[in-house]
């Protein structure tokens, strides 16, 4: 019995080790469990970036769900989402500080500095952009990092929030 | 009818004297012996050495070559490992040193950087293939022989390095220091035979084991070893024990 990486319908490669039926279960032993966690934050990460998949929930895990999502949650790797439970969270496989590049970078190339935008247009662009789907925390997160290198500006608009991006780089 | 030689004193002092006279010859004769005996094993020393240095290259490349040299070392009583030199007529004569030293290399990286996935035990077989793999194409091929002459040099390091035969043709190398009882020696034959999984059951069947003792063993290797990973979702018995230097990565 071998045991390969295989290809989901998706295209995405899962490695050999999730063919290994103890890697879904809660391991006694520290040190090893700490390997199974590892390999498990690994692997929901780039899985969710592959299929650009935010929200992770309890329910959709296996049995040691919770106690990884608790592990990821201390590494920052997720931020339990909304705060004060743990049944589901927002996977960080971007961390904020990313967005805020990528969102600053995004507006920058189409044209849209100085202009303001309403959060949902960034959310929803008529063109899909890295940003589409992003949830409104990820987003605010995303903005208020911005704000602290003065790349960004919170604009208040008639329905909802608004954001006028101004270049500048990370470094300013 | 004189007995030869004479009767009385002047015989023993005869007598003496004869004794004295084999005694000398017999060390004379031990001495030539042994004069001869160097001279051979000069010119056995130097034909060694001569056909090791016309060699070298197909020592060092073809693993079939090495291990055919080192059985003729072994033949004739020449320990290639032992010598002066640390690796011994390998690095000294042959002047595969360097290339010992790195084969050592390789092999502690490939067992450090598996450690924990294992827990420090490592079947041979993908030993091999990881140090092959190491190696690339350039480094020539590389045969079990090689690994465990390797490792036999490691020994001074202390680490624990060891080759463990755990029946049925299977090798497993052991790289941390641990006590591995015998009873976790069965576990781990098992585990080889079964593509890495064992459970209580199974050593109660093919042993005959009482189930104390199959559990303690495999506890012992799950909590206090880290030699392997536990399943509680087992579909044949509920709760089953997978040995990861046993199973086949296909990486």
């Given at each position: 019995m071998s045991l390969s990486p295989h290809t989901t319908p998706s295209g995405f490669l899962l490695p050999?080790?999730?063919?290994?039926?103890?890697?879904f279960t809660q391991q006694p032993n520290p040190a090893t469990q700490a390997i199974v966690t590892e390999q498990w934050s690994r692997l929901i990460l780039s899985y969710a970036r592959h299929r650009q998949l935010f929200t992770v929930r309890v329910e959709d895990a296996e049995v040691t769900g919770a106690y990884i999502l608790e592990q990821m949650a201390a590494k920052n790797q997720l931020v339990y989402d909304p705060p004060k439970q743990s049944r589901s969270a927002l996977l960080y496989w971007r961390t904020p500080e990313e967005w805020a590049e990528v969102l600053h970078e995004w507006a920058s190339t189409t044209g849209q500095l100085n202009t303001i935008l309403t959060f949902y247009e960034i959310i929803e662009p008529p063109v899909p952009s890295p940003l589409s789907g992003i949830p409104m925390q990820i987003l605010r997160k995303a903005i208020h990092i911005l704000t602290k290198t003065n790349r960004a500006q919170i604009i208040a608009v008639a329905d909802g929030e608004g954001v006028r991006f101004l270049p500048g780089n990370a470094g300013k | 009818m004189h007995r030869l030689g004479g009767v009385g004193l002047a015989a023993f002092d005869r007598q003496q004297l004869s004794q004295r006279s084999f005694a000398e010859l017999s060390s004379e004769l031990s001495q030539a012996q042994v004069d001869l005996l160097h001279a051979q094993l000069d010119q056995f020393r130097t034909a060694l050495v001569r056909f090791a240095s016309t060699h070298r290259d197909s020592i060092r490349r073809d693993p079939n070559f090495r291990h055919a040299f080192q059985q003729m070392c072994a033949k004739i009583g020449v320990d290639p490992l032992a010598g002066p030199r640390k690796g011994g007529w390998w690095a000294?004569?042959?002047?595969?040193g360097d290339w010992q030293y790195e084969l050592g290399v390789q092999i502690v990286d490939v067992c450090v950087s598996t450690r924990e996935r294992n827990g420090g035990l490592i079947e041979m077989g993908e030993l091999v293939r990881l140090v092959s793999k190491l190696r690339g194409v350039a480094g020539g091929v590389i045969a079990e022989d090689d690994v465990i002459r390797s490792i036999k040099t490691l020994k001074?390091?202390?680490?624990?390095y060891e080759v463990i035969d755990v029946g049925s043709g299977k090798k497993m190398v052991r790289s941390?220091?641990?006590?591995?009882?015998e009873d976790q020696a069965v576990v781990l034959a098992i585990a080889n035979q079964e593509g890495g999984r064992v459970s209580e059951q199974l050593l109660v069947s093919r042993k005959a084991w009482m189930p104390e003792r199959a559990k303690a063993a495999l506890e012992n290797m799950l909590l206090?070893?880290?030699l392997c990973w536990l399943d509680d979702q087992d579909e044949v018995n509920g709760v089953a024990y997978w040995v990861p230097s046993a199973m086949h990565w296909d990486e």
């Open positions: 050999s080790i999730h063919a290994a039926p103890p890697f | 000294e004569i042959l002047n595969l001074p390091l202390g680490a624990g941390v220091p641990m006590q591995l009882d206090r070893d880290g």
